[in-house]
């Protein structure tokens, strides 16, 4: 999850545990981030505005997509997460992504986008639908607003057979009920999208599953991003037992029921903008 625009209140912090599990993550969502673009419309030679860049993995995966003759300026607010993205972008050999320290409604760019894109951005944000009018200001007609956001309940709903699985889902997703955020903004996206005035998005809600630890572990180490916050909420981890065997525990559960668990539900929704 990239960290969002200033104006948030972002719940997973920005330490370096933090910072390798959100490279893992991205790793895993990359295929579906890709594809869901390139349906979107996104294509070669695209100058793309990417929100809430966080470790720059959506960027050079934007980058990737619209090649050399296209270009990516990433909005990230933490400097610190900045300057890592800009060396694991100089390490990668791209040479068509640039980031700015900014808040979205700040940005007066001399060129128009052709898109605007982000993922797990809006859920941090208090006010979605003044963002995509902000982002929409900066478009080109016929530009594209795309945004993948997750939907938690049909992840929970899947973890029920899980007990400890589903137990850590449900403190995650408090966690981030106390910190202002939506753990459930894909569902939110059509009326956000229709909030801001654009047309009605084209949407689609997909799933990840798997039994391998990257899979089954995803949640005991998104808590542990979210212990902080936690603390700071009053909310307790006690009946999950020891953290330092959480992991095991987890995925240990898992594989004595022998079924796959998925990923967090991700809703994709891309609109165009009048031409």
Avoid at 251 to 257: C, N, P, S, Y
């Amino acid at each position: 999850m990239n960290a969002p625009s200033s104006g948030s209140s972002y719940a997973l912090g920005y330490s370096q545990a933090e910072r390798d599990r959100l490279i893992r993550q991205a790793a895993q969502l990359a295929p579906l981030t890709e594809r869901f673009f390139r349906d979107a419309g996104i294509g070669p030679g695209h100058r793309v505005l990417e929100l809430g860049s966080g470790m720059g993995d959506v960027a050079m995966l934007v980058a990737r997509i619209v090649g050399p003759s296209g270009e990516v300026v990433g909005v990230e607010r933490d400097a610190d997460s900045i300057q890592f993205a800009e060396s694991r972008v100089e390490q990668s050999g791209l040479r068509n992504i640039t980031f700015t320290q900014s808040d979205i409604s700040q940005l007066s760019p001399e060129r128009k986008f052709d898109a605007a894109v982000g993922r797990f951005i809006l859920q941090d944000i208090p006010d979605p639908v003044s963002v995509l009018k902000s982002l929409a200001a900066s478009l080109r007609p016929g530009g594209i607003i795309a945004f993948h956001e997750p939907h938690w309940q049909p992840y929970q709903d899947y973890l029920r057979p899980l007990p400890l699985s589903s137990s850590c889902a449900a403190v995650a997703r408090e966690i981030f009920k106390a910190s202002g955020a939506n753990p459930d903004m894909g569902l939110s996206l059509y009326n956000v999208y229709r909030q801001a005035g654009l047309p009605a998005p084209t949407m689609r809600i997909e799933m990840i599953l798997g039994a391998e630890p990257g899979y089954t572990t995803w949640i005991s180490d998104l808590l542990f991003s979210l212990l902080p916050k936690a603390r700071q909420h009053g909310i307790s981890f006690e009946a999950l037992g020891d953290l330092d065997t959480l992991s095991q525990r987890i995925h240990a559960e898992v594989t004595a029921a022998n079924i796959v668990v998925p990923w967090i539900a991700l809703v994709a929704a891309w609109s165009k903008l009048p031409s």
